[in-house]
């Protein structure tokens, strides 16, 4: 029963991560392509 529970706890972290994942790499991307844009200059 403890077992399930951590697996629940560990599931719903995942859940959670996943999409925090996204939008870092997103932020990354655009402040890559600020980064490029300041180069220009």
Do not use: A, C, H, W
Not at 14 to 35: A, F, Q, S, T
Request: glycine share 2%; charged share 45%; net charge positive.
């Amino acid at each position: 029963m403890i077992k399930s529970i951590i697996e629940n706890i560990n599931n719903t972290r995942r859940k959670n991560v996943e999409p925090n994942k996204k939008k870092l790499e997103k932020i990354d991307k655009e402040l890559g392509k600020l980064k490029v844009e300041k180069q220009k200059f």
